[in-house]
């Protein structure tokens, strides 16, 4: 019936408009006719009513590079009883007065275009644009097919999704399509053959961002020859990479392809990649990412057209030094070798050639060297990126020459010496300023001027020193600041908060003191959504005045020397994803209204304080929280059942507190739980079976140590742990999705106390030392996963297991366990000598009761296993003597670029 309503309603909305338009005309037969056509103005006020108006564009440091339009909302001057041609974004026919041209590009639409919109009864339109609004995931409705008058449609940026209709098919007049941007929107293969066969005057394509990873490559060879732009970058594309030298008229060609597991999917022959550069010869901008060129001679990109103004060639996997014959196109305007491993050489001084370089970027290669002198001559630069090489040396001052710059990123190198002072006030134009990650010392420049342009300023991981200077402030555009990891020595810089556009503030791991300063009348930090103090020296209490920070999305004030209690003002930031207090001397009780006061939070980290009391017992149904730690305080009496609210929940950590209850078995019904730690606490009694099948299923982190239960474990535990014998599992490190905040838990092992400020996905431990558990399951051989097993310094008895990872372990694993035999201890002769064996020890000891049985179980006295990896912080008075015991710690909304 669906489709009934929306034609009753097409018909409805005719009959409303030629009664309408009947009535008009009759109304003002006197006078002379409105220009626009009344029925097509009714149109567009029923369009306008259908959206509101949203004001969600955040400025970005990058949008010199991605020039997306300014926002503004133009159908506010629509107005009834007037002239609809003279409304913003509306062009008519002068003879006619039909609309033929709407025009509402980045006007804050939201809202749902569905099939009876009144967009659709303009069907005179030759010139659409919708780009950059929101319209909500509409599906992309069959009703664009019937613009048949359509030479220009853009629906880029606009939240489009769905399945591609092929009514845009029949768009046969078209010139000009883009509907990039639209990430939801699927395309498969037969809908694009239609697009390429029927759109033969098409002139302009571009899919880019477009899911159409269905789509086989070797479609692009039915593309008109007619077009002479083609972008189809980050849509998924993967298989054979195709012939489309057919193309010849391309002056633009922008192609990725999928590049996983750190290289190329698809390949180019030398052969097709010849062939191809051969005949574009009017190309100008050349682009392609994620094919594999490692065969392709260097020098084949001397058939490249001399007036190409734009090179990109990203996860290439380019080889060997650097192309030298790149430099000899005189109009180079963009040049773009990023993400090659293997190019490698130093930066060729003979760039300095290439004066018309308005763009460059190098990062992410083995570059290595100086900075040349050189490239400091191209005075157009706009874009200068050298990020991730191994480049040495100095930061010149001759970078200052660089008046047009408005980005300069040379992170994530080897560059040492001082900051050049002139960097702080060189450009009026430079909007970023990065050289994080490097080798500089000394101070932070002091020369930022009023008038600055600086909207990203990265200094974070160098060994800078001393304090922030004053004038920082004067960089009144700066929307996000990080001078994180460094060595500063200074009070809390108050003065920033007269940034009103900072958004973004990290001064983590430096020596900051004193107290920390929440906002006042004259240092607001209004606009504030990330602000972390971590790893500094700040003491005192909290101020309340940083709840008041109402656009918080992230605070971190972990790892000082904060006292005083836990405010319930907290609870007022209901933006808030992350908070973290952790490692403090904060005291008290944990508010309970931190269990549910905002449905955003995903990182809930309190762990390592003094609190006291209980629990919050208000964690409820919709609960975002995936990381909750509150290890380490003075924590009592239940785990509430309403922690199983929390249906996202990864990693729960209660360790260390005093907690008086039964196992939770309830926990067993969180799917998603991948670590456990409940160690000692109080814990007592039986351990329950699982409540539901796939109960524990992805734990790969299960501590139970130092409580006092009792009784077997059940043997269906050991069946759920499927993640522990999971090999097939991609090494990374656990952290929160939305942003770059990293897990931490806290380990045991020999009695000492490990951090893991990063957990890798392969990390897998189960610890059940100090119970008092019996049982029996020979399942353990089967945990092919052990690669550290050590049960040593107790009182077992009873033969070794044999077979799997049991046979690759050395007598260190068992060591003062005088009952134990088999490899690779001496062998098992009869029971009799197995209990002479362990007769030796004290006999009250040997009362406990411990036999091989508990080993088996995997809760014996002084039992851990798992593999041990990743980053550790010890928090021991010896780490060196536990570095000797165990080896194998190891140590960037939807606009894509």
């Given amino acids: 019936m669906g489709w009934l309503a929306r034609f009753l309603s097409f018909l409805l909305f005719h009959l409303y408009f030629h009664a309408s338009s009947s009535l008009s005309f009759s109304f003002n037969s006197s006078f002379s006719a409105m220009l626009c056509q009344h029925d097509q103005s009714l149109a567009l006020l029923q369009f306008k009513k259908t959206f509101s108006i949203r004001i969600t564009y955040l400025h970005s440091p990058w949008e010199s590079y991605f020039p997306y339009p300014k926002p503004y909302p133009k159908t506010e001057s629509w107005k009834e009883s007037t002239d609809c041609c003279s409304w913003d974004g509306i062009t008519c026919d002068l003879e006619t007065g039909n609309v033929i041209g709407l025009h509402l590009s980045n006007s804050l639409l939201f809202g749902t275009i569905y099939s009876n919109n009144p967009l659709f009864f303009l069907l005179h339109l030759q010139s659409l644009d919708l780009s950059y609004n929101d319209f909500n995931n509409s599906h992309l409705s069959p009703q664009f097919g019937q613009f048949f008058n359509l030479t220009y449609l853009n629906l880029s940026s606009s939240n489009f999704g769905g399945e591609f209709p092929s009514e845009i098919s029949y768009l046969s007049g078209l010139v000009s399509l883009d509907l990039s941007l639209n990430d939801f929107l699927i395309l498969e293969t037969t809908i694009f053959n239609k697009l390429a066969q029927n759109l033969t005057q098409l002139q302009e394509l571009d899919l880019s961002f477009v899911n159409m990873s269905l789509v086989a490559p070797s479609s692009l060879m039915n593309l008109s020859s007619s077009l002479t732009y083609l972008k189809l970058r980050y849509c998924g594309l993967h298989g054979k990479i195709p012939d489309i030298s057919h193309l010849s008229k391309l002056v633009t060609l922008h192609l990725s392809f999928v590049y996983s597991y750190g290289r190329s999917m698809i390949?180019?022959?030398?052969?097709?990649?010849?062939?191809?550069?051969?005949?574009?010869?009017?190309?100008?901008?050349?682009?392609?990412?994620?094919?594999?060129?490692?065969?392709?001679?260097?020098?084949?990109?001397?058939?490249?057209?001399?007036?190409?103004?734009?090179?990109?060639?990203?996860?290439?996997?380019?080889?060997?030094?650097?192309?030298?014959?790149?430099?000899?196109?005189?109009?180079?305007?963009?040049?773009?070798?990023?993400?090659?491993?293997?190019?490698?050489?130093?930066?060729?001084?003979?760039?300095?050639?290439?004066?018309?370089?308005?763009?460059?970027?190098?990062?992410?290669?083995?570059?290595?060297?100086?900075?040349?002198?050189?490239?400091?001559?191209?005075?157009?630069?706009?874009?200068?990126?050298?990020?991730?090489?191994?480049?040495?040396?100095?930061?010149?001052?001759?970078?200052?020459?660089?008046?047009?710059?408005?980005?300069?990123?040379?992170?994530?190198?080897s560059l040492n010496g001082f900051i050049p002072q002139c960097l702080g006030n060189f450009s009026n134009n430079l909007s970023v300023l990065h050289l994080g990650m490097n080798k500089f010392h000394g101070t932070i420049p002091e020369t930022f001027s009023v008038g600055s342009s600086l909207r990203y300023l990265n200094f974070n991981g160098n060994q800078l020193q001393r304090k922030i200077p004053l004038s920082i402030s004067n960089c009144r555009n700066l929307e996000i600041l990080d001078l994180g990891n460094n060595n500063i020595d200074?009070?809390?810089?108050?003065?920033?908060?007269?940034?009103?556009?900072?958004?973004?503030?990290?001064?983590?791991?430096?020596?900051?003191?004193?107290?920390?300063?929440?906002?006042?009348?004259?240092?607001?930090?209004?606009?504030?959504?990330?602000?972390?103090?971590?790893?500094?020296?700040?003491?005192?209490?909290?101020?309340?005045?940083?709840?008041?920070?109402?656009?918080?999305?992230?605070?971190?004030?972990?790892?000082?020397?904060?006292?005083?209690?836990?405010?319930?003002?907290?609870?007022?930031?209901?933006?808030?994803?992350?908070?973290?207090?952790?490692?403090?001397?904060?005291?008290?009780?944990i508010p309970q209204c931190l269990g549910n006061f905002s449905k955003s939070l995903s990182v809930l980290h309190l762990g390592m304080n003094k609190f006291h009391g209980t629990i919050p017992e208000t964690f409820s149904v919709g609960s975002s929280l995936r990381y909750l730690n509150f290890n380490g305080n003075q924590l009592q009496r239940k785990i509430p059942l309403s922690i199983s609210n929390c249906r996202n929940l990864e990693i729960l950590d209660l360790g260390n507190n005093n907690i008086d209850d039964s196992f939770p078995h309830f926990?067993?019904?969180?799917?998603?739980?991948?670590?456990?730690?409940?160690?000692?606490?109080?814990?007592?009694?039986?351990?329950?079976?699982?409540?539901?099948?796939?109960?524990?299923?992805?734990?790969?982190?299960?501590?139970?140590?130092?409580?006092?239960?009792?009784?077997?474990?059940?043997?269906?535990?050991?069946?759920?742990?499927?993640?522990?014998?999971?090999?097939?599992?991609?090494?990374?490190?656990?952290?929160?999705?939305?942003?770059?905040?990293?897990?931490?838990?806290?380990?045991?092992?020999?009695?000492?106390?490990?951090?893991?400020?990063?957990?890798?996905?392969?990390?897998?431990?189960?610890?059940?030392?100090?119970?008092?558990?019996?049982?029996?399951f020979e399942q353990l051989v089967d945990l092919t996963f052990l690669q550290v097993f050590r049960v040593s310094h107790n009182r077992l008895e009873g033969p070794i297991p044999e077979g799997n990872q049991f046979n690759t372990f050395d007598n260190t694993s068992y060591e003062e366990n005088l009952g134990l035999c088999g490899f690779p201890l001496e062998k098992c002769n009869s029971r009799e000598s197995q209990q002479s064996a362990a007769s030796k020890e004290d006999d009250s000891e040997s009362k406990i009761g411990f036999g091989w049985k508990a080993v088996l179980a995997g809760y014996g006295c002084g039992l851990i296993f798992g593999i041990a990896m990743g980053y550790v912080v010890f928090k021991t008075r010896n780490p060196a003597w536990f570095v000797r015991m165990v080896e194998g710690f190891q140590k960037p909304k939807r606009f894509k670029n």
Wanted: hydrophobic letters at 40%; glycine letters at 6%; proline letters at 5%.
């Fill in 667 to 776: 926990l067993g019904t969180l799917s998603k739980l991948q670590i456990l730690i409940l160690k000692s606490n109080k814990l007592h009694g039986l351990v329950k079976g699982p409540t539901a099948n796939y109960s524990f299923s992805k734990l790969r982190i299960f501590d139970l140590s130092r409580n006092m239960f009792s009784g077997p474990l059940p043997a269906e535990y050991f069946d759920n742990f499927k993640a522990m014998v999971n090999s097939d599992v991609k090494m990374e490190y656990m952290r929160d999705p939305n942003n770059s905040y990293d897990y931490s838990v806290s380990l045991t092992l020999k009695g000492l106390e490990i951090e893991l400020v990063k957990i890798q996905t392969l990390l897998t431990t189960i610890d059940l030392q100090y119970s008092t558990l019996t049982g029996e």
């Fill in 267 to 413: 390949e180019i022959k030398p052969m097709t990649f010849d062939r191809l550069v051969r005949n574009l010869t009017k190309i100008r901008d050349f682009r392609l990412r994620g094919v594999n060129m490692s065969m392709v001679a260097p020098s084949s990109l001397m058939n490249l057209s001399s007036s190409l103004s734009s090179l990109a060639l990203i996860l290439c996997e380019l080889q060997g030094k650097f192309p030298d014959n790149i430099i000899q196109r005189p109009n180079l305007q963009l040049l773009y070798l990023t993400d090659n491993e293997h190019l490698t050489g130093p930066i060729p001084v003979q760039l300095g050639r290439l004066s018309c370089l308005d763009y460059l970027d190098l990062s992410n290669n083995k570059l290595h060297g100086p900075i040349p002198n050189s490239i400091f001559k191209l005075v157009d630069l706009t874009v200068l990126i050298l990020s991730s090489n191994n480049l040495t040396g100095e930061a010149s001052p001759a970078t200052c020459k660089l008046k047009s710059l408005q980005i300069l990123d040379l992170s994530n190198n």
């Fill in 490 to 589: 200074d009070s809390f810089p108050h003065f920033l908060g007269t940034l009103s556009k900072l958004q973004i503030l990290i001064l983590k791991s430096n020596k900051l003191h004193g107290l920390v300063k929440g906002p006042t009348a004259n240092y607001s930090f209004s606009k504030l959504r990330i602000f972390d103090l971590s790893r500094n020296k700040l003491h005192g209490p909290i101020p309340n005045s940083i709840f008041k920070l109402v656009d918080l999305t992230v605070l971190i004030l972990s790892s000082n020397n904060l006292t005083g209690e836990a405010s319930s003002a907290a609870c007022k930031l209901k933006s808030l994803q992350i908070l973290d207090l952790s490692n403090n001397s904060l005291n008290g009780f």
